[in-house]
């Protein structure tokens, strides 16, 4: 995952649930990663400025999502991640990114979706079924599958400050690069295009 490199493997004090920030706009962000939302959440999107018609979309997009009964929103996941060790690790662009498995045993059906995977784990006829959609503004590789399979793995990201941690995402699944925009350089967008460009969304047909 590009020059990521090692750097705990336990809780830190100052990554206490309670001592992680975040904005309205990451919750917004975050519907793409959840199943669903409360109306708590839903009113203050709307007193924030996001429209109806944009909240629906992104609880539709297509991607990795952790099941309603292992976290709603970011207060629950950062609580549920909270409970099992991870892997620490400091990106290129000095987030920190924490991975980490869930046991079997806590959550039988898994803690989400895992709607992301390589084409090289793919058979040759499921191959032969990716298409291009428009997904979070790109063209993007999918394909059609009876179910999305389940994970027990997790991946945060946050963003260290002065004032502590900020949450930027998190999803159900192994660590993923970016998808690459305009805000990032030349050498990053063709790093990043090329690890899209090798992964699949997995969407249920019907």
């Known amino acids: 995952m590009g020059e ?21 706009d990451n919750a917004f962000h975050m519907l793409r990663h959840f199943e669903g939302m409360d109306e ?3 009113a203050n999107l709307l007193r924030a400025g996001h429209v109806e018609k944009n909240i629906q979309a992104a609880l539709t997009l297509p991607g990795s999502r952790f099941f309603a009964n292992f976290a709603l929103d970011i207060p629950g996941l950062l609580n549920r991640i909270g409970q099992y060790p991870f892997v620490l690790l400091e ?35 499921q ?37 502590g941690h900020v949450f930027i995402t998190a999803f159900p699944g192994p660590p993923a690069l970016p998808l690459p925009q305009h805000r990032f350089s030349r050498k990053k967008q063709e790093e990043y295009r090329a690890f899209w460009e090798a992964h699949v969304f997995l969407v249920e047909a019907g």
Not at 4 to 24: G, M
Not at 91 to 104: A, F, K, S, W
Not at 140 to 157: G, R, S
Request: net charge neutral.
């Open 4 to 24: 990521n490199y090692f750097f705990a493997t336990q809780s830190l004090s100052d990554l206490e649930p309670t001592n992680i920030k975040y904005r309205i």
């Open 127 to 163: 191959r032969a079924g990716i298409f291009l959609r428009k997904n979070r503004g790109l063209d993007l590789l999918h394909l059609h599958v009876d179910k999305i399979p389940p994970t027990w793995e997790f991946t945060l990201v946050l963003r260290p400050t002065q004032q």
């Open 91 to 125: 990106t290129e662009d000095r987030n920190i990114q924490l991975n980490g498995q869930v046991p079997p045993a806590d959550f039988p059906n898994g803690i989400g979706s895992r709607a992301v995977v390589p084409v090289d784990e793919l058979s040759a006829s």
């Open 40 to 42: 708590q959440l839903q």
